[in-house]
């Protein structure tokens, strides 16, 4: 059972900080280079600009239910599981959502790369 | 890039490494949560090393929106993985602890995957559809 619960902490954290991270990204292209927001506009209206956008709230939300899964995983569940898994599965599953929903262009080098990641956060966190 | 992108990806390696750090030794401290009781995880928010994490997490969270905002995800997520690196070497050179080859195994592979993806272009895809992008071309006009 316990198994069962670690891997849907583990799922639950994944899908959450995939989605998470993908509205961010979003609502932050979406916005623009903030340096250049806030060179032309200045500080206040580029943080208005930010605080309006509901995409980036819905992120943060998604962010948050990350963060508490990982957090309550991290308490009880295999650390040996559940610490390496969903740290290593958000960047495989960040990649596919790139290119998927945001159609960046993930090459092979950045597939490689976030292969390379993978691994080395899964040793890293399992170590 | 510019040295300004530069120091927001520094930053938000930096403050996502001693953020992660201040996090795990809260939660080791706080001991288990019961599933039967999930909402005594707001408990652990008095924890001052809890605390710490999330003030590390917000500047994070900061520099990671702002690097989203000139660079691709597939580019930012990778380079974020350096926190691990960063705490491995805080874990040698301060706690003095002894780190074996399987871990040196992981800092290779990290440096290299987060070398290969710093090659390439930061900013793939469709122009932004509105923000900076728009201003510039309400300027034009």
Redesign the interface.
Known sequence: MKVL?TWLCIGITVCAATAG??L??LA??????????RR??GFVPMLL??LKSGV?FAG?FF?AIAF?SN??G???ADLSLMGPASAALT?IS??L???LL??????R??W??????????????H? | MSVRKYLVILSMMFFGASGDALLARGMKQAGAIDIHHILNVFAVLSSPYILLGIVSLLIFMGSYMTALSFADLSYVMPATAISYVLMTLLSIFWLHERVGAERWSGIVFIVTGVGLVAGGPWRTGDPPESGAGLDAAEERR
């Open positions: 619960y991270d993908v961010v990204a932050m292209r979406r916005i623009g280079d903030l340096g250049e927001l032309r506009r600009r930010v980036l943060i962010m508490f957090l309550v991290l308490s009880w960047y960040n990649a959502a790139a290119k945001l159609k960046e262009d993930v090459n080098r950045r490689l790369a976030t292969i390379f990641v993978f691994c080395g956060v899964l040793i890293l966190s170590t």
